[in-house]
């Protein structure tokens, strides 16, 4: 969502890295919202190959909706929580991920 937010279109690979996911996961969920009416698939100029994926309106009052009720569970996990022993677990999180993925 964070991605959303910097870029309100992605081309589909660059989808695929950001989540870690193969090409063909990403282009099964966009089958999906696509025939949600959620997004809108458009081929970049130049390149047949690359998909650039836009939401729609209906697609952007979803993601809205959603943002909202994130910001409201992470405020309730967070409470109580100092913002040092929040970046501390953040950190040790990370380092964990990353020595999975090794």
């Known amino acids: 969502m964070l991605k959303y937010k910097k870029t309100p279109e992605a081309i589909q690979q660059d989808m695929a890295d950001w989540m870690n996911k193969d090409k063909s996961a990403i282009l099964r969920m966009t089958d999906i919202l696509e025939k949600k009416e959620m997004v ?6 130049g390149d047949r190959r690359k998909n650039i ?7 952007e009052a979803v ?5 909202k009720i ?6 309730k996990l967070k409470k109580n929580i100092s913002k040092a022993d929040y970046n501390t677990m953040v950190k040790v999180m990370m ?4 020595n999975a993925s090794d």
């Open 70 to 75: 994130e910001s409201k569970i992470t405020g």
């Open 53 to 59: 994926v836009k939401l729609t309106k209906k697609g």
């Open 63 to 67: 993601l809205k909706n959603f943002l």
């Open 95 to 98: 380092q964990i991920q990353k």
């Open 40 to 45: 809108k698939r458009m081929s970049v100029p």
